[in-house]
């Protein structure tokens, strides 16, 4: 939960990923697992959390597995 709770206060769960239930518990979507996969994937791969923040949009906007494949292979390389 604080790991989640974190990722928000970073800006890499928005509001379209985290809803708040009339007790205050956080409801979580589909897209929010999805999301969290991807950051957690991302650190694997040694991104940062600032770098997955500014091109965590990108990724998600339609990019071709060829795209996605090099930018992975990049920060691989690094």
Known sequence: ???LRYYEKQGLL???HV???TNGYR???Q???ER???IRLGQIAN???AELRSGIELWESGLSDEQKAEIWHQQ???
């Open 1 to 3: 939960p604080d790991t």
């Open 14 to 16: 928005t509001q379209k």
């Open 19 to 21: 809803r708040r239930r």
């Open 27 to 29: 409801e979580y979507t």
């Open 31 to 33: 897209a929010a697992l």
């Open 36 to 38: 969290i996969r991807l």
């Open 47 to 49: 991104f940062s959390l």
């Open 76 to 78: 691989l390389k690094r």
